[in-house]
């Protein structure tokens, strides 16, 4: 694959899920449902996350350039997500945490008290992303790095994260579009560069990437998450919605469960309750300004219904001409 832009949300792990499933290591349990082991079950986990992320990014307007699932280094390792826009450039890496509480400061941070290294490895990544891109690009390029929690139950930051002048943030993903506007950084010429150098798999890795079409990926994927599902489901596993539920797995060898079943996404946690409460608001002003304006005319028409007319006394002319009192 020569140009990045054609990798889909989650392809190395979809990749690694689908080997899976060929040798048998994703198959069918004694009540007839798939049955996943534990490693697969993380890579699972991590594609929902990641293409719950992806659909937050698709918001993004058309001067953002997204890419997905990056090989990076020699190691097997991926860039989750690369945002390249006016604002800056952005390493962005997907965490599926379903009702976790996340604690962090520094480089530190836990799950639910149990600690984890997200912090410290997303630094990682992000210092050498900075490197890749400035080196080849020829100028600096500033990267900041961003954990996008999925489904968690809420995010304590006691502390900034990252050192050394490296900028980290722990978010909800849907706050991913608030976190990443910000003032303008970068010039049309500079962002043509950048998406010209990061869009190259010789930017990020010296051997070459190859890879399944996404879109054929995204088929089989579908028909995977059919049989894998209800598995899940009986055991309280919540899911992320996915890419494309129009998507149809017809793999060679696997079953086909026919159309991916339609999700509704999760609602915005934080924005949407800010909507609401805007909206109410601005209703119960509406409703009240019209209301007094409604007594206010009621009132006056109560006034000018009430008023007597005032009586003039009449008066007789008299024989000079002025006026007398009447006979």
């Keep these: 694959m020569g140009d990045l832009r054609q990798r889909v949300p989650a392809q190395s792990l979809i990749e690694k899920l689908l080997s899976e499933w060929d040798a048998g290591r994703i198959h069918p349990g004694p009540s007839g449902q798939i049955v996943i082991d534990d490693e697969a079950r993380g890579w699972y986990d991590g594609v929902l996350g990641e293409r719950q992320t992806a659909l937050e990014l698709s918001l993004l307007g058309p001067e953002w350039t997204i890419l997905h699932s990056i090989p990076i280094g020699e190691r097997g390792t991926d860039i989750d997500h690369l945002a390249i826009g006016p604002c800056g450039v952005f390493v962005i890496n997907s965490k599926r945490h379903p009702g976790k509480t996340v604690t962090a400061g520094g480089l530190g941070m836990r799950l639910d008290g149990i600690g984890v290294g997200h912090v410290s490895s997303i630094a990682r990544q992000t210092a050498q992303v900075e490197g890749r891109l400035s080196s080849r690009c020829g100028?600096?390029?500033?990267?900041?790095?961003?954990?996008?929690f999925v489904d968690v139950r809420r995010i304590v930051i006691k502390a900034p994260l990252g050192e050394n002048g490296t900028r980290i943030w722990a978010v909800h993903d849907s706050q991913l579009s608030t976190t990443l506007?910000?003032?303008?950084v970068m010039s049309d010429e500079q962002l043509a560069r950048l998406v010209s150098v990061a869009s190259l798999p010789g930017t990020w890795s010296k051997s070459t990437v190859s890879s399944r079409p996404g879109a054929h990926l995204i088929q089989e994927f579908a028909a995977l998450e059919q049989e894998v599902d209800p598995y899940l489901e009986s055991r309280g596993r919540t899911r992320s919605c996915p890419l494309n539920p129009a998507f149809r797995g017809n793999r060679r060898g696997r079953p086909d469960p026919g159309a991916a079943r339609a999700r509704r996404r999760p609602p915005r946690r934080g924005s949407d309750l800010m909507r609401r409460a805007i909206v109410g608001l601005v209703t119960?002003?509406?409703?009240?300004?019209?209301g007094i304006i409604a007594l206010e005319m009621m009132a006056h028409a109560l006034v000018a219904a009430t008023q007597v007319p005032t009586m003039v006394p009449?008066?007789?002319?008299t024989a000079t001409g002025t006026p007398g009192p009447a006979p």
């Design 314 to 317: 009449t008066t007789t002319p």
């Design 139 to 148: 100028f600096a390029v500033p990267v900041e790095g961003i954990l996008s």
């Design 181 to 184: 506007h910000g003032p303008r």
């Design 284 to 290: 119960a002003l509406v409703t009240i300004i019209v």
